[in-house]
């Protein structure tokens, strides 16, 4: 019943909040408005709020992960508030390039204690990139700056 009661709230919000909603989150549509409520109803349970609050919310344009407090990006949850940046979903294509670089680069070059692979992240945020990147490419020996 309760299940029921929460896909019909958000039919009725989807249908009322179409246009601002769809402009303002590209590629959702209702299905996925759906998912995303049941998969926030144990979550604003704890918090003691209701759907509505959700609904409220997305009123304001804000970024879905930033309601939610964290975000999935290449195989790992990371924490995200509206001091830091949501990694979009094309950066996993760096992240791949990037394994891809490192792999060839170490089996070119010999890495030691003495002569570690350098990495730099710079400016891109909030170091997911290089977390994700770090936990595909396994060297004894990495110095990150």
């Known amino acids: ?17 179409k246009k601002f909603l769809t402009s303002n989150y590209p590629g959702l549509n209702l299905q996925i408005l759906v998912r995303q409520c049941l998969e926030l109803k144990d ?16 009123k304001t344009g804000a970024p879905i992960a930033y309601f939610q407090g964290k975000t999935f990006f290449y195989q790992s949850e990371f924490l995200v508030t509206p001091d830091t940046l949501i990694p979009r979903f094309e950066t996993e294509l760096l992240v791949e390039q990037a394994i891809l670089a490192m792999v060839k680069l170490k089996q070119k070059r010999n890495f030691s204690a003495d002569r570690p692979m350098v ?11 290089l977390l994700s990147v770090l936990q595909k490419v396994s060297f004894p020996t990495v110095s990150i700056l």
């Not at 309760?2 to 039919?11: H, V, Y």
């Not at 992240?121 to 170091?127: E, H, K, N, Q």
């Open 119 to 129: 990495v730099v992240d710079v400016g891109t945020g909030c170091g997911n990139i």
């Open 43 to 58: 979550f604003l349970n704890q918090r003691g709020q209701r759907v509505d609050h959700f609904f409220e919310y997305l």
């Open 1 to 17: 019943m309760e299940k029921d009661r929460l896909l019909e709230s958000c039919k009725h919000f989807f249908l009322q909040q």
